[in-house]
């Protein structure tokens, strides 16, 4: 039974209150993508499963030290192995995966499953989890839903993604059943390539500072 909330890293999660989700389709990236997270003190990337560069870019970050790295959309054992192999301090998956959980939980390595229902919430805490990605939050109710499913599971925090943005993540981190916010909303390489990363570092900058108001 892996009492997850233990973890160091949920402490810092929570401090930080954003977990930026990203997708490498190019390497050449990964350099400024780091540079910028740094300068505005959020220590965090999740790399997505989603392109078939994720386990370098896991690497090549994890390697840099100078982030925590995790792996996202993990949704085979065989892609939970690669991300923790190559260096991923926690993974995130769309649904539950009781083979990445199970994997995780014997790896000592904090997963974050994906959930939407009571039933996903169920089976999440039988694995003794008690933070849970909500997805997608902004179709599963939101902010409602939430304080909702709080009630019954009053001993879990929730990560919501899926539908965040400039406009409502104060709202949510601002719940106390929520450790924090997640999606590319925060930092994306479509943004970063627009201009080596200058538009990408301002929004940041703004959303960290209004976390920090
Ligand atoms: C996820 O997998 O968490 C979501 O796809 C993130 O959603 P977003 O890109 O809309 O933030």
């Given amino acids: 039974m892996l009492a997850n909330m233990e973890h160091e890293i949920y402490r810092q999660i929570e401090e ?23 300068r505005n003190e959020v220590r965090f990337i999740e790399v997505t499963f989603r392109s078939s560069l994720a386990t370098d870019a896991i690497k090549k970050l994890a390697q840099s030290g100078e982030l925590v790295v995790g792996a996202g959309t993990v949704r085979t054992l065989k892609e939970a192995k690669s991300a923790i192999t190559n260096g991923a301090k926690f993974i995130v998956s769309p649904a539950i995966v009781p083979e990445v959980i199970e994997y995780c939980i014997e790896q000592n390595v904090p997963v974050f499953p994906g959930t939407a229902t009571p039933r996903d ?9 008690k933070v849970v990605k909500f997805f997608p939050a902004d179709i599963y109710g939101g902010l409602k839903a939430i304080n909702a499913l709080s009630g019954p599971f009053y001993d879990v925090k929730f990560l919501p993604t899926g539908g965040i943005n400039p406009e409502n ?12 916010v997640g999606g590319s909303f925060i930092i994306s390489e479509a943004i970063i390539k627009k201009d080596n990363g200058n538009t990408a570092d301002k929004i940041l900058k703004t959303l960290v500072d209004k976390i920090r108001s």
């Fill in 16 to 38: 930080t209150k954003l977990l930026p989700l990203y997708t490498a389709t190019d390497l050449a990236y990964l350099d400024r993508l780091e540079e910028i997270l740094v």
């Fill in 121 to 129: 919430i169920q089976l999440a805490t039988e694995y003794g989890i």
């Fill in 169 to 180: 993540f104060m709202e949510y981190i601002q719940n106390e059943h929520i450790i924090a």
